[in-house]
């Protein structure tokens, strides 16, 4: 795995070995940079795709003008949001839905909301949904094998109950797992026999078994990462929530994503390469070269060209990390990425930006 998934696995197993948090306890990640490229859209409309515990929200509602519109598929953090005094505050520019980002222009087009200016993504677990041993998605804490964001649908027991053999293995081996082959056919055997893990501490320790090497990462931290990503479709959810932000958006409005695993922003990247018009070397597809433009095209100064067609431009010249003092303050924001664009064309796409290997486990 890259770095970025190494040092966000590290970040959780450091966390998760802490005595409890509230349950109410999360810093949002990176607010100031976020604030700083939503602030010039004056008083447009922003939609806040992962509410989780509202901290970017709180801090664009504080320090800007926009309005704020925000989703989150967990009922936990939309029944946090809509009964917090500070959001009853200020019920005049915000509002909060539940349902997942993926859906969110089913969900805004209910509310006549189709025309947005901003888009913010910030993607992975709130600090309440790990800290609650009810949710299951602690390996240090004894709960029910859960995993599920929007508490709907299949849970990660129900996942391990059903799937292949291969089917897992693949899906533990996408999230770097190297015992993959070894710890799925520990626990297809272990539901052969009728001794499946039931609990999230007993599901830990029979992935430790199977690589009993001890490292700086808990060895059950990559299964659990896959399990979660499996249960709640994650990687497929991140690039339709990005096409569904592009058919939402008007023109000069910025899309903004937090990614905390390579994974995520493998995702997002490969999106943004495409709306920007840029391959791997940085260089536009788009943009014709000398030889391939009209003679009168050629003859003209640089100056009065016409410019390139790509239907968003960069905001930022690379991914953007945390400030040291952040990371000094919150470790989880050590692994962030942060990403902008802004839409210069209402184009919208229907490209799917999953590689194919991320495919397998959306």
């Not at 306890?25 to 509202?54: C, I, K, Q, W, Y």
């Not at 929007?150 to 899906?171: H, K, N, R």
Request: overall charge positive; aromatic content about 6%; hydrophobic content about 35%.
């Amino acid at each position: 795995m890259q770095e970025n998934t190494q040092e966000n696995m590290q970040d959780n197993t450091q966390r998760e070995q802490n005595e409890p948090q509230a349950l109410d306890a999360h810093a949002s990640v990176m607010t100031r940079e976020v604030v700083e490229l939503f602030a010039p859209l004056g008083e447009g409309l922003v939609l806040d795709a992962t509410f989780g515990r509202g901290g970017h929200a709180r801090a664009l509602l504080q320090e800007t003008a926009c309005r704020i519109v925000a989703l989150d598929c967990d009922p936990e953090a939309v029944d946090y949001g809509n009964n917090e005094p500070f959001f009853q505050k200020h019920t005049k520019r915000f509002s909060l839905k539940q349902g997942f980002f993926a859906q969110s222009a089913s969900l805004l087009g209910e509310e006549n909301l189709e025309n947005l200016d901003g888009v913010l993504f910030d993607y992975g677990l709130s600090s309440p949904q790990l800290d609650n041993p009810k949710r299951g998605f602690s390996f240090q804490r004894q709960g029910p094998l859960d995993m599920r964001m929007a508490q709907t649908g299949p849970s990660a027991q129900e996942f391990l109950e059903q799937v292949s053999e291969q089917e897992l293995a693949q899906t533990l081996h996408l999230c770097g797992e190297r015992k993959a082959t070894r710890i799925a056919r520990a626990l297809v055997e272990a539901r052969t026999q009728g001794t499946l893990p039931k609990d999230t501490l007993a599901l830990a320790a029979l992935v430790r078994a199977q690589n009993p090497r001890r490292t700086r990462i808990d060895a059950a931290t990559k299964t659990f990462m896959a399990l979660r990503i499996a249960v709640n479709v994650e990687l497929t959810q991140i690039a339709q929530g990005l096409l569904q932000a592009d058919r939402l958006l008007r023109a000069g409005g910025r899309i903004v994503t937090i990614a905390f695993h390579s994974l995520e922003d493998r995702i997002v990247k490969r999106q943004f390469a495409t709306w920007t018009g840029r391959d791997s070397t940085g260089c536009s597809r788009h943009r014709a070269s000398a030889q391939d433009l009209p003679n009168n095209e050629t003859m003209r100064p640089s100056h009065e060209r016409m410019p390139p067609r790509e239907p968003y431009r960069s905001l930022l010249r690379r991914a953007r990390r945390a400030s040291e003092r952040e990371v000094a303050e919150n470790p989880r924001a050590r692994s962030a990425r942060l990403r902008a664009v802004e839409k210069l064309a209402c184009t919208s796409f229907s490209g799917n930006a999953l590689s194919s290997k991320a495919s397998r486990a959306a």
